[in-house]
C-alpha cells in the first residue's frame, strides 16, 4: 500500500487583518484520486497548468499538482491540510526508507500493524497487529500471504480466516457511530495512531514473555507525529519502532496485518449493508453520495451516522441530493 503521507509547512506569514499560510503536502496518486473525490463539490472551473485539480473550501484555496505536490492556501489551510495527515515545518526529518530497518528484518521475528478503512466514507476503521516469527515465514509464503492489493476479496477473507489460526494478532475495530463521536477531538493521524498504539501494546502482552526482534508500522505519518500523538495515550510504547511505507514489502508480518484488517472490513461493511437494507459501497465515490441519500431518506441523519463518517464531504454531497 502506498502511503507517502510527509507533510511540510512552506510558510506562513501575517497581514495585517488576520493570518494567512500556505500548507503543502506530498501526496502520492491514490491519495490525489481520494482528494479529488473529497473536494469534488468545491471543484473550480478552470485550467492551471500541471495541476489535477483546484478547489475551494471554506476561504481555503487547494491546488493539486500532476507532481504529487498539493497546496492549501487560506486562513483555514493548516486546518484543511490537517484532514490529510498532521503538518510539519520545514525542518522536519524525512520518513523513514528501508535504509533505516535492519538489514534482515525480512528474516526476522517481527510484529508488524496495518490499516484499512481509513480513506471509505462507509464502514469501520480497522487495525490490525499482527506477529509472525522466523520459522512461520515459509508457511506465510506458501500460503500466499503477501499485499493484501494484490489479492481478491475472496482470497482476502480465506486467508485471514487461516492466519488467525496460525499467528498471534490484534484487531481493532472502530465503528461509524465511535468514530463520528470522537472524530472532532482526534484527527485522521491522532486517531490511527492511537488504534496502532493500542493494538501493538495489546499484543505485545498477548506474547508475553516472548519479544519481537523488530515491530514495524505501515508509515501513515512521519515517525514525530505518531510518538508526539502515541504520548497523548494512557499506554505508550517504550519499545523500539520502524516506520516504512509498503511495509507489506518488508516483512510478511504487515501484509498479514493489512489481510485481517481488510477481511474484518468487508465483513463489517457487509453486516452493516444486511441491517441497513441497502448495499453499503467502500470508498468515496458518487456511489457514496447515492447511497447516503438513500439511507438520510430512509432514516435522517441517526441512520446515516450509524453507518457512515459523517464528516466526509460526502454527507453534505448527500444532503443536496435528497433535496432535489
Same mark, same amino acid.
Given at each position: 500500500?502506498?502511503?507517502?503521507?510527509?507533510?511540510?509547512?512552506?510558510?506562513?506569514?501575517? @497581514?495585517?487583518?488576520?493570518?494567512?499560510?500556505?500548507?503543502?503536502?506530498?501526496?502520492?496518486? #491514490?491519495?490525489?484520486?481520494?482528494?479529488? =473525490?473529497?473536494?469534488?463539490?468545491?471543484?473550480? @472551473?478552470?485550467?492551471?497548468? %500541471?495541476?489535477?485539480?483546484?478547489?475551494?473550501?471554506?476561504?481555503?484555496?487547494?491546488?493539486?499538482?500532476?507532481?504529487?505536490?498539493?497546496?492549501?492556501?487560506?486562513?483555514?489551510?493548516?486546518?484543511?491540510? #490537517?484532514?490529510?495527515?498532521?503538518?510539519?515545518?520545514?525542518?522536519?526529518?524525512?520518513?523513514?526508507?528501508?535504509?533505516?530497518?535492519?538489514?534482515?528484518?525480512?528474516?526476522?521475528?517481527?510484529?508488524?500493524?496495518?490499516?484499512?478503512?481509513?480513506?471509505?466514507?462507509?464502514?469501520?476503521?480497522?487495525?490490525?497487529? =499482527?506477529?509472525?516469527?522466523?520459522?512461520?515465514? =515459509?508457511?506465510?509464503?506458501?500460503?500466499?500471504?503477501?499485499?493484501?492489493?494484490?489479492?481478491?476479496?475472496?482470497?482476502?477473507?480465506?486467508?485471514? /480466516?487461516?492466519? $488467525?489460526?496460525?499467528?498471534? !494478532?490484534?484487531?481493532?475495530?472502530?465503528?461509524?457511530?465511535? %468514530? @463520528?463521536?470522537?472524530?472532532?477531538? %482526534?484527527?485522521?493521524?491522532?486517531?490511527?495512531?492511537?488504534?496502532? @498504539?493500542?493494538?501493538?501494546?495489546?499484543?505485545?502482552?498477548?506474547?508475553?514473555?516472548?519479544?519481537?526482534?523488530?515491530?514495524?508500522?505501515?508509515?501513515?505519518?512521519?515517525?514525530?507525529?505518531? $510518538?508526539?500523538?502515541?504520548?497523548?495515550?494512557?499506554?505508550?510504547?517504550?519499545?523500539?519502532?520502524?516506520?516504512?511505507?509498503?511495509?507489506?514489502?518488508?516483512?510478511?508480518?504487515?501484509?498479514?496485518?493489512?489481510?485481517?484488517?481488510?477481511?474484518?472490513?468487508?465483513?463489517?461493511?457487509?453486516?452493516?449493508?444486511?441491517?441497513?437494507?441497502?448495499?453499503?459501497?467502500?470508498?468515496?465515490?458518487?456511489?457514496? /453520495?447515492?447511497?447516503?441519500?438513500?439511507?438520510?431518506?430512509?432514516?435522517?441523519?441517526?441512520?446515516?451516522?450509524? !453507518?457512515?463518517?459523517?464528516?466526509?464531504?460526502?454527507?453534505?454531497?448527500?444532503?443536496?441530493?435528497?433535496?432535489?
Amino acid at each position: 500500500k502506498t502511503k507517502s503521507r510527509e507533510l511540510r509547512y512552506s510558510f506562513m506569514y501575517k @497581514n495585517e487583518e488576520n493570518f494567512m499560510s500556505n500548507v503543502i503536502i506530498k501526496a502520492t496518486n #491514490d491519495q490525489l484520486s481520494q482528494m479529488k =473525490a473529497y473536494y469534488r463539490s468545491y471543484l473550480l @472551473n478552470k485550467q492551471i497548468p %500541471y495541476t489535477s485539480f483546484a478547489a475551494k473550501k471554506d476561504g481555503t484555496t487547494i491546488t493539486a499538482y500532476t507532481s504529487g505536490k498539493v497546496m492549501f492556501q487560506g486562513t483555514n489551510a493548516a486546518i484543511e491540510a #490537517d484532514k490529510w495527515g498532521e503538518a510539519q515545518d520545514k525542518q522536519a526529518k524525512p520518513a523513514k526508507t528501508a535504509s533505516s530497518l535492519p538489514k534482515n528484518i525480512s528474516q526476522l521475528s517481527v510484529l508488524g500493524s496495518d490499516e484499512v478503512g481509513n480513506g471509505s466514507y462507509f464502514g469501520p476503521l480497522t487495525v490490525c497487529a =499482527a506477529y509472525v516469527k522466523r520459522d512461520q515465514l =515459509a508457511e506465510l509464503r506458501k500460503l500466499g500471504v503477501r499485499d493484501s492489493k494484490e489479492l481478491k476479496d475472496s482470497q482476502i477473507i480465506q486467508l485471514a /480466516d487461516i492466519l $488467525k489460526k496460525t499467528i498471534p !494478532y490484534k484487531l481493532l475495530v472502530l465503528s461509524p457511530e465511535k %468514530y @463520528n463521536e470522537i472524530q472532532p477531538k %482526534y484527527n485522521a493521524v491522532r486517531m490511527k495512531v492511537a488504534l496502532h @498504539n493500542q493494538a501493538i501494546h495489546l499484543l505485545l502482552k498477548k506474547i508475553e514473555p516472548e519479544k519481537p526482534e523488530a515491530i514495524l508500522i505501515d508509515q501513515f505519518t512521519p515517525e514525530a507525529n505518531f $510518538k508526539k500523538y502515541a504520548r497523548l495515550e494512557k499506554n505508550q510504547l517504550q519499545e523500539k519502532l520502524y516506520f516504512v511505507t509498503k511495509g507489506e514489502q518488508y516483512h510478511l508480518a504487515v501484509a498479514a496485518a493489512s489481510i485481517i484488517s481488510r477481511a474484518s472490513f468487508l465483513e463489517e461493511l457487509d453486516k452493516a449493508s444486511a441491517e441497513a437494507g441497502i448495499t453499503l459501497p467502500s470508498g468515496a465515490g458518487t456511489k457514496s /453520495d447515492q447511497v447516503a441519500a438513500k439511507l438520510l431518506e430512509k432514516g435522517g441523519m441517526p441512520m446515516l451516522e450509524k !453507518y457512515a463518517k459523517l464528516h466526509f464531504a460526502n454527507t453534505e454531497k448527500a444532503l443536496k441530493l435528497l433535496k432535489k
